[in-house]
């Protein structure tokens, strides 16, 4: 059974940083494309980044330059470290992996005070 457990959400205040980790249990890992979403109140699910399992690595445009996505292979996690935090950051935090299918964590609350 393929499990995705995110971690690491919390209230922070702008400008402030904190690190999301996805753990995944079930599959194999280091071949698979992990991404983060996230998703506002009344929002559509936004696209924030992706790792690929050779290294690869893509941001949406609203995080590039203030987020970074790394994974640790042998720990079959995935992070999202988010820096500069801003009041639109706040949302609730998915990650996915791309396998046969998708699979999705149940997500992490990020809240960004100002």
């Known amino acids: 059974q393929v499990q995705l457990v995110e971690s690491g959400g919390g209230v922070v205040q702008a400008g402030g940083s904190l690190r999301l980790s996805c753990a995944v249990s079930?599959?194999?890992?280091?071949?698979?494309?992990m991404s983060w979403y996230r998703q506002a109140p009344g929002l559509q699910r936004e696209f924030v980044a992706i790792?690929?399992?050779?290294?690869?690595?893509d941001y949406g445009q609203a995080v590039k330059g203030r987020f970074t996505i790394s994974r640790d292979n042998r720990e079959r996690t995935v992070y999202l470290d988010m820096n500069d935090l801003k009041a639109e950051d706040t949302a609730v935090y998915y990650c996915?992996?791309?396998?046969?299918?998708?699979?999705w964590g149940q997500g992490t609350q990020v809240t960004v005070t100002s």
């Open positions: 079930g599959t194999i890992f280091a071949t698979k494309s």
């Open positions: 996915k992996m791309d396998a046969v299918t998708e699979y």
């Open positions: 790792i690929h399992g050779g290294g690869t690595i």
